[in-house]
């Protein structure tokens, strides 16, 4: 059965080994970092299949450090109609709404969430933590 945890341990081996690098497998609305942990924090192909997308953001936001970033890359448009096509896909395919997502990243506290488009028709969010670390102020819900 393949693992994606796995296939990172074998793909990123010599950085493991070098201590550079670590795969650890948790959930996403509860890991086992210490607050701000991560300069940057980079996941793809993932936040869809959130149980609770603002709790996930909610604890990237808290593990990522003050002036850190966090990139999602994601191909939701494409990956939605695959799994549609499946019983099973539908109930794992929780969350397809990029802009959502990035509602979701601002109320954690994210600022300066923005939407580009990758090749291949994939979308990436880029969101910055604040230098202080704290949460925006903004309590709107509106997308910078």
């Known amino acids: 059965m ?9 793909r990123f081996a010599q950085e493991i080994k070098a201590g550079r690098v670590s795969v650890d497998c948790c ?26 997308l603002q709790a996930g953001c909610n604890e990237i936001f808290r593990i990522n450090a003050p002036g850190g970033r966090m990139v999602a890359g994601s191909k939701v448009k494409i990956i939605k109609t695959e799994m549609q096509a499946t019983a099973q896909g539908k109930a794992l395919f929780l969350n397809s709404d990029v802009h ?16 580009e488009e990758a090749d291949g028709g994939g979308e990436i969010v880029i969101a910055r933590k604040d230098s202080t670390g704290s ?3 903004s309590s709107d819900g509106a997308v910078a």
């Open 100 to 115: 959502q997502f990035m509602k979701c990243l601002k109320a954690a506290g994210y600022s300066d969430v923005k939407l």
């Open 2 to 10: 393949f693992s994606c945890v796995d296939s990172a341990a074998e």
């Open 27 to 52: 959930s996403v609305d509860s890991t086992p970092f210490p607050d701000g942990h991560f300069d940057g924090i980079i996941h793809a192909n993932c936040w869809y299949f959130w149980p609770d």
């Open 135 to 137: 949460a925006n102020a």
